[in-house]
């Protein structure tokens, strides 16, 4: 199951990542001062996670991948809808 969703979650990483360096580009607001941090971390960490299938602390890394993926995911989603103008969270 873990090996089907990590694909997906991967192509929707990238197309999500352009998504947001274009909003970047065209609009600037204060909410990308704290969204961009933890965007970056995020994505360093999956960067640095070895491919291998090992554990950290108990934990595979595919569901530590996963798990990373998502929170991007949800950030990324978050701060569309919050930079938008018409409806925006804080």
Known sequence: MLDILEPSLRLLFFILSFVWAGRIMILRTDKQIIINPLLIIISSALLMLPTS??????IEIQTIKITLYILYIFIVVFGLFSTNKKDSFF
Do not use: V
């Not at 299938?53 to 108990?58: A, C, D, H, K, L």
């Open 53 to 58: 299938s090992t554990e950290i602390f108990g």
